[in-house]
């Protein structure tokens, strides 16, 4: 949810928000509770990332990191914090030197039991679920393991 402009915005456009100024109610309480808008909310803010990196542990020595990432304003730390207590698993941090507030899933438990049923319940919708399909596709390489090839890999 956009609370305001931030400060440097308001000082660089000084006479953006003369007689525009919203007074709007402070919402202290950012528990999710439309799943429908949650997926909305990923499809809109969120990311599917899959990339490779060096391991030691498997004979390609490349390996498949898969996460799912929302990033927010720290003004919205505690939407950015319910979101985790909704699913039960993944990570909120600060991104260093910038006000901005990151929930990560990246346990491929945690996506598979969890997130993907969730979304696969309550769809995205749009362009995003192209990113989802492609997302899905690779946990579904890795169910089965092809992964620790080479093909897998490619």
Same mark, same amino acid.
């Given at each position: 949810? #956009? ?10 456009? %000084?006479?953006?928000? #003369? +007689?525009? !100024?919203?007074?709007? =109610?402070?919402? $202290?309480? /950012?528990?999710?509770?439309? =799943? *429908?808008?949650?997926? +909305?909310?990923?499809?809109g803010e969120g990311c599917f990332y899959v990339g490779l990196a060096k391991?030691?542990? #498997? /004979? ?5 990191? $898969?996460?799912? !990432? ?20 993944? @990570? ?5 030197? @910038? #006000?901005? *507030? ?8 945690? $996506?598979?039991?969890?997130?993907? %049923?969730?979304?696969?319940? *309550? =769809?995205?919708l749009g362009v995003k679920s192209r990113d989802y399909d492609d997302f ?6 890795? /169910?089965? /393991? !092809? ?8």
């Amino acid at each position: 949810m #956009n609370l305001s402009l931030s400060d440097e915005l308001k000082a660089a456009f %000084p006479n953006t928000s #003369n +007689g525009f !100024q919203i007074k709007r =109610p402070l919402v $202290l309480d /950012k528990t999710v509770t439309d =799943p *429908y808008g949650l997926s +909305g909310f990923i499809s809109g803010e969120g990311c599917f990332y899959v990339g490779l990196a060096k391991s030691a542990t #498997n /004979k390609l020595q490349e390996g498949v990191q $898969l996460e799912m !990432q929302i990033t927010q304003h720290s003004r919205d730390e505690l939407l950015i914090r319910s979101l985790r207590n909704f699913f039960g698993c993944g @990570t909120v941090s600060a991104k260093r030197g @910038t #006000n901005v *507030y990151r929930y990560r899933v990246s346990k491929f438990l945690d $996506l598979t039991d969890k997130v993907i %049923p969730f979304l696969n319940k *309550y =769809p995205i919708l749009g362009v995003k679920s192209r990113d989802y399909d492609d997302f899905c596709h690779v946990v579904s390489i890795m /169910k089965l /393991k !092809q992964h620790l090839t080479r093909e897998g890999l490619e």
